[in-house]
């Protein structure tokens, strides 16, 4: 905590502690593939890292004794008391504007980390011979320290997402299903609160049941867009979705990342066995990610 002017004899001079800089991380988040299918993808964008400085100085009040005379004979020293009250009042409130500072960084702090782990799986519905997939992905989500997953195939309604979240709190989900299709499709994204701030979320729903956006709140007033897609398997269908896409992200939010499950490959090495998808469908993709400025994440 910053000090005030030390008293002695004759000038003197100030002396303030130097700005503490926090550090924090930088670089991609590791992504790793949950569910091995062909056609999922990642696209990220550039990562950015803000830093604070900030610093409170405090000064003392002093006061000459009422019995001094203000005239000093020369060779003599005049001698300035400090007001303690003053002091002592002064230091306090320092003391608590530092301590709530520290707390709301702390708070903060915990909803917000300089890098988050994403990633992407598709469900292929919310039931496996009898059993509900959300246990285990939520256990997949907090063993993993995954900040944001992308889900797909999730047949999740408004309502099933609310149900969900009641049994794991700790999992924000925002979903979106096409209403004519409530047993196909879908997909969401799933939040952890343990590592990502919830609040102040702007959510916006591109085509229902494949593709949503969604901005949630960084580091302070920093904010990152990540779009979820779950792109239709038929090559026709699929050119014209990345189109649709395209149109759509025109004059609104540009994703910051874009994850799910593409349905489309870009090079042939990228299936087993090897083959090319439709020229159709890989260019209409390479000019979205080349409008929206994103690379491929896995290379």
Avoid at 132 to 140: C, F, S, T
Avoid at 249 to 274: C, H, Q, S, W, Y
Wanted: neutral net charge.
């Amino acid at each position: 905590m910053p000090v005030g002017e030390p008293l002695h004899d004759g000038p003197s001079e100030r002396s303030q502690r130097a700005p503490q800089t926090p550090r924090s991380g930088t670089g991609p988040p590791q992504l790793e593939e949950l569910n091995q299918r062909g056609g999922s993808d990642t696209q990220t964008g550039p990562a950015r890292t803000p830093t604070t400085s900030g610093e409170t100085e405090m000064t003392r009040q002093v006061q000459t004794p009422a019995n001094h005379d203000q005239s000093t004979p020369e060779g003599t020293q005049q001698v300035i008391q400090p007001n303690q009250r003053s002091i002592n009042s002064m230091t306090q409130d320092t003391v608590r504007m530092n301590t709530e500072q520290r707390a709301r960084d702390k708070r903060y702090a915990k909803k917000s980390r300089a890098s988050i782990e994403v990633a992407s799986l598709n469900m292929r519905g919310q039931y496996a011979n009898g059993q509900d997939k959300w246990m285990h992905l939520n256990q997949i989500i907090h063993e993993r320290k995954i900040g944001i997953i992308a889900v797909q195939e999730t047949h999740l309604t408004p309502t099933d997402a609310t149900n969900v979240e009641s049994i794991f709190p700790r999992l924000h989900i925002i979903p979106s299903i096409d209403p004519q299709h409530t047993n196909a499709k879908g997909v969401a994204l799933v939040i952890n609160k343990d590592l990502v701030n919830t609040k102040g979320l702007t959510t916006s729903e591109l085509i229902p049941g494949r593709a949503i956006i969604v901005q949630i709140p960084w580091h302070k007033d920093l904010k990152i867009n990540i779009l979820a897609i779950y792109a239709p398997n038929n090559p026709i269908l699929n050119a014209q979705f990345w189109e649709e896409i395209r149109r759509k992200t025109e004059g609104a939010l540009k994703p910051d990342v874009m994850l799910g499950d593409f349905n489309v490959v870009e090079d042939a090495i990228d299936r087993l066995p090897p083959h090319c998808d439709q020229s159709a469908t890989t260019e209409a993709l390479a000019q979205l990610k080349a409008e929206l400025r994103l690379k491929d994440g896995w290379r």
